[in-house]
C-alpha cells in the first residue's frame, strides 16, 4: 500500500485505516489486520498528532474507544463513560507512568493493583435492586449495545446479586466475556462434527458469541466473564482502594480471576510482568497483557482521563505472537509413517523476538477451509513458543484469483502414488521403501522419549540414511569407527561418544522401543501399556487382534496397526536384528501394587504437563498400583489434563470424569 509522506495526508489514511480495522474488529467481529498491525497504526498516528497538534481532530480514532453501534441491537446508554486503557510497551513506558502516578499522589512510592488483561469482549450489567436489568457492549465508551438476554446465558454472571450487609441499590459492573480454551476446544469439535467450519480463535468466539442475536447460539459458545471494574455504585458500602473493590464484588456473587496482585512501586509491577510473561500458557484462557491501576479509587477519580483513557491505569502489551506476511509458496514434506505434510514458505517476519519464515498448514482440507492460497497476506500465530501457524488470509489484501492449493498425487520425494485412507485428513506416500520415510523414522528413533542417542541428532540421522549406511534402524548398531569417519564433521571423539551412546541405547528397554518403532497410532503412553501387559516383543509379534484389545486403552484401530506392523516380514527380520545386536526387547511386568495409593485406579494422561513427561507420569502411577489407559470411557477414574488437551479432555467433561492438572496429580499421589 503507497503511503504518504505528507504528515496532514498521512494522517488522513491512517485515520482511514484505523476506522475500517476499528469497524470490522468491533461491530463485524471479522478483523481483516492482526493485532501488531492495528497497534503499530495507532502508534504512527499518535506520534503525528503529537508532533502536529493543529491536526488532532475530536474525530480522530485517538480519541475514541471503540466503534459504532450495528443496527441489530437496542442501545445501551452507560452510566458513565466505559474507557479504553493506554498502552506500554516496554519498562520505560511503564516507569513514566509510575512518575506521573507518584506526582499526582505526592507519595514516594505508590501501591498498585495488577491484573491479568483476559483476551475477550468487555460488557457492562446493570443491577437494580440486586437483580440484573440490563447488559450492554462497549460500544463507543458512551452508547453501547443491548445483550441482556445473551449474557444471562453465561453462568458466571449472576442474575441477582448475593444479600451481603451494605449491598448496593443500584451497581454498574465492567467486565470481561470470555471463553476458556477448553471450551473452545469443544466448541470447536461439536462444530467440525456438524460439518460447521471451526472458529478462528478464542477472542473471536467470545465476541460473536456475546452478539448472536439468538441467545441459544450464545449458550452454546458457554462463555464465562470476569467482573474488574464498576461504573457506579449506589449504597452504603463504598470501597476505597482497587483492590477492595474486586473483594466487594466476589462477595456480590461476581467472578473475579484470581491472579491479581498488589505491589507497590515499578520494581512490583515489573515482578507480576516477569512472572506472567513466563506462565501466561499455563492459564485455560488467552491473555493479551497486563493491566496496572492505581489502587487508591479516590486518586483515580482526581486523575480523571484524557481522551480515551484513563490517567490512572495502563495496560502492558506482551510481545507479539501474531504478524502478518506475504505467503510467497506451499511446500510438502513427508513424515515418518508417509503423510504429505504441507507447509508455508513465508517472506521473513518477526515475532516474539523470532524470525518466522515458515509455519505449519496442517493438511489439504484445513488449507482450503481457511481458503488459503499462495501470494496471500496471511495471519501468522505463535503461541506458547511453538511451531508457528497460519491463522488465515487476509481476504481484503488478495490480489487478483489465485488458484485452490491441492497435494501432489505423488509423492514429491519418490514419486509413488498417493493415497488417502478412509476417514482420514492425511495423504500417505504408498512406498514403503521411501527415502523420506527411512530418515524421519531413523531420526525419530534416536529421539529424546524413544532411544535417546546422544549426539544422533536431525542432520547426522539423515546423512546416515542418504549415503547408505543406514537403511532401517537396525543398521544403527552396526556401525563401527571406520564407517563413521568417512562422513563430514566425524572426529574421533565425536566418533567414540556416538558409539557409547548408541550402546548404551540397547538399555533402555521394551516400552522405549517400542515407541521408537514408530508403528502407527504408538505414542510413548501406548507404548508403556503394551510393555507392561506383554512382557516382551515376541509375546507382542504373535498377539492376535482379540489379544492386543484386552489392553485397557487399546482400540480397534491401534490393535490393527500393531498387528499390520508385525505381519510385515521386513518388519519382523528388523526386529530379530535388534535383538543379535543385543538390544534389549523385553520388560517387567508390574502386577499392581496392594495397597499403592492408586491402586484399582484407571487414568488416562492428555496434553503437556508442566514439569512431567507422559512417560514419566504414566510411570509414577503404575508404582503407586495404579493403570494406564489410552481412551476415556465411563471406566475412567481421573483425566490428568495438562496444555492442549483435545478430545480426551473434552469426553471426560461429557462423562463427568474428574479431571486433574499436574498440581493436583501429585497431591493424589
Known amino acids: ?108 512510592i505508590e501501591d498498585y493493583v495488577c491484573e491479568l488483561k483476559i483476551d475477550g469482549l468487555a460488557i457492562s450489567l446493570h443491577y ?31 442474575l441477582e446479586l448475593r444479600s451481603i450487609p451494605g449491598a448496593p441499590t443500584r451497581i454498574d459492573v465492567r467486565g470481561e466475556a470470555y471463553i476458556k480454551k477448553s471450551d473452545f476446544d469443544r466448541v470447536n469439535a461439536l462444530r467440525e462434527a456438524a460439518n460447521q467450519p471451526p472458529l478462528a480463535n478464542p477472542r473471536n468466539a467470545a465476541s460473536g458469541g456475546i452478539r448472536q442475536m439468538d441467545p441459544k447460539l450464545t449458550a452454546a459458545r458457554s462463555l464465562s466473564f470476569f467482573s474488574y471494574a464498576v461504573g457506579e455504585i449506589v449504597g452504603e458500602t463504598q470501597p476505597t482502594t482497587q483492590f477492595e473493590l474486586l473483594a ?74 501474531e504478524a502478518q506476511t506475504l505467503l510467497l509458496d506451499i511446500g510438502v514434506n513427508v513424515g515418518r509413517t508417509g503423510t504429505l505434510n504441507p507447509y508455508a514458505i513465508l517472506a521473513p517476519v518477526h515475532i516474539g523476538g523470532v524470525t518466522i519464515s515458515m509455519a505449519t498448514l496442517h493438511n489439504e482440507a484445513d488449507i482450503q477451509r481457511k481458503d488459503v492460497r499462495i501470494g496471500d497476506t496471511v495471519i501468522i500465530k505463535r503461541a506458547g513458543d511453538v511451531i508457528p501457524a497460519v491463522v488465515g488470509p487476509v481476504l481484503s489484501m488478495r490480489q487478483g484469483n489465485p488458484p485452490i492449493f491441492f497435494l501432489p498425487t505423488t509423492c514429491p520425494v519418490c514419486h509413488a502414488a498417493v493415497d488417502r485412507p478412509a476417514e482420514e485428513a492425511m495423504y500417505r506416500c504408498t512406498n514403503a521403501a521411501c527415502p523420506a520415510q527411512q530418515r524421519e523414522r531413523v531420526r525419530h528413533f534416536v529421539s529424546k522419549g524413544a532411544m535417546d542417542i546422544e549426539g544422533m541428532g536431525e542432520v547426522l540421522a539423515f546423512a546416515l540414511v542418504d549415503t547408505g549406511l543406514v537403511h532401517d534402524i537396525s543398521d544403527i ?126 487414568f488416562v494422561l492428555t496434553g503437556t504437563l508442566p514439569s512431567l513427561k507422559r512417560d514419566e507420569a504414566a510411570a ?50
Do not use: C
Not at 437483580?131 to 454472571?157: C, F, M, P, W, Y
Not at 495404579?626 to 461429557?654: I, P
Open 248 to 321: 466487594y464484588l466476589r462477595q456480590l456473587g461476581f467472578s473475579t480471576n484470581p491472579h491479581v496482585a498488589q505491589v507497590s512501586g515499578i520494581n512490583g509491577i515489573l515482578g507480576f510482568i516477569e512472572k506472567w510473561e513466563r506462565e501466561r500458557d499455563d492459564l485455560d484462557y488467552e491473555i493479551d497483557g497486563l493491566v496496572i491501576k492505581a489502587n487508591d479509587l479516590a486518586l483515580q477519580s482526581q486523575m480523571g482521563s484524557i481522551g480515551k483513557d484513563p490517567r490512572w491505569a495502563i495496560a502492558y502489551k506482551f510481545p507479539a505472537r
Open 477 to 602: 548398531y552396526h556401525l563401527d569407527a571406520n564407517v563413521l569417519a568417512g562422513l563430514d564433521r566425524m572426529g574421533d571423539k565425536t566418533i567414540a561418544n556416538l558409539l557409547n551412546a548408541i550402546r548404551e541405547s540397547k538399555t533402555r528397554g521394551l516400552a522405549r522401543l517400542l515407541f521408537g518403532l514408530g508403528i502407527r497410532m504408538v505414542g510413548a503412553q501406548n507404548a508403556m501399556i503394551l510393555a507392561n501387559n506383554f512382557g516382551n516383543i515376541r509375546n507382542l509379534m504373535i498377539a492376535d487382534k482379540a489379544t492386543l484389545l484386552r489392553s485397557e486403552g487399546i482400540g480397534e484401530q491401534i490393535a490393527q496397526s500393531i498387528v499390520l506392523f508385525f505381519d510385515q516380514q521386513a518388519n519382523r527380520d528388523m526386529i530379530l536384528r535388534l535383538q543379535a545386536a543385543g538390544v534389549d526387547t523385553t520388560a517387567t511386568q508390574r502386577a499392581p501394587i496392594s495397597g499403592g495409593s492408586l491402586t484399582g485406579k484407571t
Open 128 to 158: 437494580e435492586d440486586g437483580a440484573l436489568v440490563q447488559g450492554g457492549t462497549r460500544g463507543d465508551g458512551i452508547i453501547g449495545e443491548t445483550i441482556t438476554s445473551n449474557v444471562r446465558t453465561i453462568r458466571t454472571i449472576p
Open 1 to 108: 500500500m503507497n503511503t504518504s509522506t505528507n504528515p496532514e495526508q498521512r494522517v488522513i489514511e491512517l485515520r482511514t485505516e484505523i476506522d475500517d480495522a476499528n469497524h470490522n474488529y468491533h461491530v463485524l467481529d471479522n478483523p481483516k489486520i492482526a493485532d501488531t498491525e492495528y497497534d503499530r497504526l495507532l502508534r504512527e498516528l499518535i506520534d503525528l498528532e503529537e508532533a502536529y497538534p493543529h491536526l488532532q481532530s475530536t474525530n480522530s480514532p485517538t480519541q475514541r474507544v471503540g466503534s459504532v453501534v450495528t443496527d441489530g441491537f437496542p442501545a445501551y446508554t452507560h452510566v458513565k463513560p466505559m474507557l479504553s486503557l493506554g498502552n506500554a510497551f516496554n519498562a520505560d513506558e511503564l516507569r513514566a507512568f509510575d512518575e506521573r502516578i507518584r506526582s499526582a499522589s505526592g507519595r514516594r
Open 620 to 669: 509414577l502411577i503404575i508404582a503407586a498400583g495404579g493403570k494406564v489407559s489410552g481412551s476415556v470411557s465411563k471406566k475412567t477414574d481421573y483425566v490428568v489434563a495438562g496444555e492442549e488437551a483435545g478430545s480426551k479432555l473434552t469426553k471426560a467433561e461429557q462423562l463427568g470424569v474428574t479431571i486433574l492438572d499436574e498440581t493436583e496429580f501429585r497431591r493424589l499421589l
